[in-house]
């Protein structure tokens, strides 16, 4: 099982990850972008992908 990250360094709360995979992400209180499960299932990898390259920061990331 994969896992995504939201490096919070990068992220600046464009939400668009939110948009694509809102199974996966969130924005907290703060306007930033949080991981609310991060065991990227075979399913959804295409999902977690666009929003890897929709993130302006490049703040996703997914790991083995
Ligand atoms: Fe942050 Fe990128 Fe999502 S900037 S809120 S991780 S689209």
């Not at 996966?24 to 992908?49: C, M, N, Q």
Request: hydrophobic content about 40%; proline content about 5%; aromatic content about 4%.
């Amino acid at each position: 099982m994969r896992r995504v990250t939201i490096d919070p360094a990068k992220c600046q709360g464009h939400g668009r990850c939110v948009i694509i995979a809102p199974k996966y992400f969130d924005i907290d209180d703060s306007g930033f972008g949080v991981v609310l499960t991060d065991e990227v299932t075979d399913a959804d990898r295409a999902d977690i992908d666009e929003a890897i390259l929709s993130c302006p920061e490049s703040a996703i990331a997914l790991s083995d």
